[in-house]
């Protein structure tokens, strides 16, 4: 397409950067967030490409176990757990111990339901409220819940990603096969001994994924399912600017060096 120069004030130099690709919404990283924007911008009808550095994609949120924090949600509300905006924010400024940004935390405790509700209606990313698991400081922080604002996702079939399936990460500490509520039955992290392993082997061969890697598995089908571009071996190296706005992104790739505009 021919660059749009509109947004330049007027008597102002035009850009003189030669670009090889364009896209609408770049998204640098492929983890939890970068996978969300990316998803979220493809329902606002743009055209997205999601950069990785690395071979693999779904970065350290394949690592982790994946519980999404998020007070007031329409699953805990569907559960009969009573929450509410107000307890939100009194538990997370009992976290912050008044060194929170107090607009950053109104942000989350506004908008996290929001975006919960989004991925798992429209997104179909198959959240679920974890029960028996209270908040870090229940009772005694301000606000704290005994359940309701821990999720996570059900676990997610590696082999519906197709050939993108050697490209999901997997964790190297052990907990890529198991449910939190699986975890807690056998025994916990520290009673690896115990873990029911006939359950671990039957999901490694059929490469069922749980905790981070089910969420970051299922935030990539939902992209691929969107026709996002995902890049793997891309590394962004520069923002490009000009007259103060970015404009688009220097990346390095096994093909060498390019400019992306969006």
Same mark, same amino acid.
């Given at each position: 397409?021919?660059?749009?120069?509109?947004?330049?004030?007027?008597?102002?130099?035009?850009?003189?950067?030669?670009?090889?690709?364009?896209?609408?919404?770049?998204?640098?990283?492929?983890?939890?967030?970068?996978?969300?924007?990316?998803?979220?911008?493809?329902?606002?009808?743009?055209?997205?490409?999601?950069?990785?550095?690395?071979?693999?994609?779904?970065?350290?949120?394949?690592?982790?176990?994946?519980?999404?924090?998020?007070?007031?949600?329409?699953?805990?509300?569907?559960?009969?757990?009573?929450?509410?905006?107000?307890?939100?924010?009194?538990?997370?400024?009992?976290?912050?111990?008044?060194?929170?940004?107090?607009?950053?935390?109104?942000?989350?405790?506004?908008?996290?339901?929001?975006?919960?509700?989004?991925?798992?209606?429209?997104?179909?990313?198959?959240?679920?409220?974890?029960?028996?698991?209270?908040?870090?400081?229940?009772?005694?922080?301000?606000?704290?819940?005994?359940?309701?604002?821990?999720?996570?996702?059900?676990?997610?079939?590696?082999?519906?990603?197709?050939?993108?399936?050697? /490209?999901?990460?997997?964790?190297?500490?052990?907990? =890529? &096969? %198991?449910?939190?509520? !699986?975890?807690?039955?056998? *025994? @916990?992290? $520290?009673?690896?001994?115990?873990?029911?392993?006939?359950?671990?082997?039957?999901?490694?061969?059929?490469?069922?994924?749980?905790?981070?890697?089910?969420?970051?598995?299922?935030?990539?089908?939902?992209?691929?399912?969107?026709?996002?571009?995902?890049?793997?071996?891309? /590394?962004?190296?520069?923002?490009?600017?000009?007259? =103060? &706005? %970015?404009?688009?992104? !220097?990346?390095?790739?096994? *093909? @060498?060096? $390019?400019?992306?505009?969006?």
């Amino acid at each position: 397409r021919p660059l749009d120069r509109s947004f330049l004030p007027a008597g102002r130099l035009q850009m003189t950067q030669q670009w090889d690709d364009d896209t609408d919404l770049i998204c640098v990283g492929s983890g939890l967030g970068g996978l969300a924007a990316a998803v979220a911008g493809a329902e606002a009808g743009l055209r997205v490409t999601v950069l990785e550095k690395s071979e693999r994609v779904g970065g350290t949120t394949t690592w982790s176990y994946g519980i999404v924090w998020v007070g007031a949600s329409h699953l805990a509300h569907a559960r009969g757990i009573e929450d509410s905006a107000e307890e939100t924010r009194a538990y997370l400024d009992y976290l912050g111990g008044g060194k929170n940004d107090p607009e950053v935390t109104a942000s989350f405790v506004e908008h996290a339901p929001k975006a919960l509700h989004f991925f798992e209606q429209v997104a179909r990313v198959p959240f679920y409220v974890v029960d028996a698991l209270p908040d870090h400081y229940y009772p005694l922080g301000d606000g704290s819940k005994p359940r309701g604002r821990n999720h996570q996702v059900r676990p997610f079939a590696a082999g519906s990603l197709g050939p993108w399936q050697s /490209r999901l990460e997997l964790t190297p500490y052990g907990h =890529g &096969r %198991v449910t939190f509520e !699986e975890m807690a039955q056998w *025994g @916990g992290r $520290a009673g690896y001994r115990q873990w029911d392993h006939a359950v671990i082997a039957e999901r490694e061969a059929r490469d069922i994924r749980t905790f981070g890697g089910a969420l970051a598995g299922h935030f990539l089908k939902a992209a691929l399912d969107r026709g996002i571009s995902i890049r793997p071996e891309t /590394r962004v190296c520069r923002l490009i600017v000009e007259n =103060g &706005r %970015v404009v688009g992104v !220097e990346v390095e790739a096994p *093909g @060498g060096t $390019a400019a992306i505009r969006a």
